[in-house]
């Protein structure tokens, strides 16, 4: 359902074992990571300087059959550090809290491997955070960026589509190139497009026995070191090296002799063109398993668990097209575009109810049928 994340965590109050108060991160068999906050909430009880008594409901609901548990506290900092450029008045520095399970994960559970980088190169990182509000028990993904040029103790998350609210609190910001957790998500008690990630190297400052990302050999460290850049100066050695090849691709063919026998014609191949894009709801959230098509050429695709969708044809960009969108629960939708687009957005709208005929949701709510992720099936 949502790869790459058979570590995810949703922590409960023991009361209320169906309703998440926040998220955590698994770091070890017996081991969960979080935000002090999450614990305090899931207890009824202040963050304070002495750690609070008692178990809380540990949850791993991604895994192939879902586990249910408690945990204790075995480390607790409250205060874990606060930029000031991210201060709100009267906010309180978000702390760690780090649970032990009262028995191990199962097998198919994968502990998260954290990777500390420096603080400059948290600037412009997309990652993927996972939490479970409760109109999306499942879970939702939203992908963020980290927004300022250090982070040092603490950054800000920035998001274009969907809100970060309360149950993303706790939850690993997930680098799906580096395959790594970065950090814990930080957000607030209103759902907004804003967050805060406490880095991985406070994580490991408090739990130095987690696992950290391990050196994946000349290729990962190079896709590495790009992906470190500054997008601005990371763009311009990019062009530097398609320009550089482009210039010896010429110099080759410049230096060819022009005594070769002319090669054989190839017959012709209809050139490969793409439509790509999103599909969304009014509120932002990606609708996977949409039905997407081109009737007129009878091409035909499904959105993915972010929303996207690609569909190929065998003949050159240009051609003006009509798609069709179409999923239970939301009105058709017809796109007029051409081969070769791609950045499509589609937003999908719920039909409207007659009055007095309530409709049931995938939640049990009153609505149209939703389209949410389907039972547990970067990366």
């Known amino acids: 359902m949502h790869d790459g994340h058979p570590w995810q965590v949703r922590i409960s109050a023991p009361a209320h074992p169906h309703e998440s108060v926040g998220s955590g991160v698994l770091i070890g068999p017996r081991h969960v990571i979080t935000c002090a906050s999450v614990v305090g909430a899931a207890l009824g009880v202040a963050v304070g300087p002495e750690p609070p008594g008692g178990e809380v ?3 791993l609901p991604l895994l192939p059959i879902p586990f249910r548990g408690s945990g204790t506290l075995v ?12 201060n709100t008045p009267g906010a309180r520095p978000p702390g760690i809290a780090v649970l032990q399970l009262g028995e191990p994960a199962p097998a198919t559970a994968t502990p998260a491997r954290l990777e500390p980088l420096a603080p400059s190169h948290y600037r412009n990182r997309a990652v993927f955070c996972l939490g479970f509000p409760p109109e999306a028990p499942a879970g939702r993904c939203v992908h963020a960026d980290c927004a300022n040029a250090d982070a040092d ?3 800000g ?3 274009d589509h969907g809100t970060i609210e309360r149950s993303f609190t706790g939850t690993g910001a997930w680098d799906p190139i580096r395959e790594s957790v970065l950090g814990l998500v930080v957000a607030d008690e209103f759902p907004s497009a804003l967050a805060l990630l406490i880095p991985a ?7 130095p026995e987690a696992p950290v990302q391990s050196d994946r050999g000349t290729g990962a460290r190079l896709l590495g ?31 060819e002799p022009d005594t070769q026998p002319a090669p054989e014609q190839a017959p012709s191949v209809a050139a490969s063109s793409l439509i790509s894009g999103f599909v969304w ?7 996977p398993g949409v039905r997407v098509l081109v009737p007129a050429r009878g091409v035909a695709a499904e959105t993915d668990r972010f929303g996207h969708f690609s569909l190929g044809f065998q003949e050159a960009a240009g051609a003006a097209v009509e798609v069709l969108v179409m999923a239970p629960g939301y009105q058709s939708l017809t796109e007029l575009t051409r081969i070769g687009e791609s950045g ?10 007659l009055d007095g005929a309530p409709t049931e949701t995938g939640d049990g709510l009153e609505g149209s049928p939703r389209v949410g992720y389907p039972d547990r099936q970067r990366p």
């Open 57 to 59: 409901g540990v949850e």
């Open 201 to 207: 190297h406070c994580l490991l400052a408090v739990w």
């Open 344 to 353: 499509l957005n589609l937003v999908l709208q719920r039909p409207e109810p």
């Open 225 to 255: 070191w790009v992906a470190d850049l500054d997008t601005r100066r990371g763009n311009l050695l990019l062009r530097l090296f398609a320009g550089l090849a482009f210039a010896g691709l010429g110099l080759i063919w410049w230096l």
């Open 157 to 159: 998350l920035e998001t």
């Open 75 to 86: 480390a607790w900092v409250p205060e874990a550090g606060w930029d000031p450029r991210w």
């Open 153 to 155: 103790t603490i950054t």
């Open 281 to 287: 709801e009014p509120t932002g959230k990606p609708i």
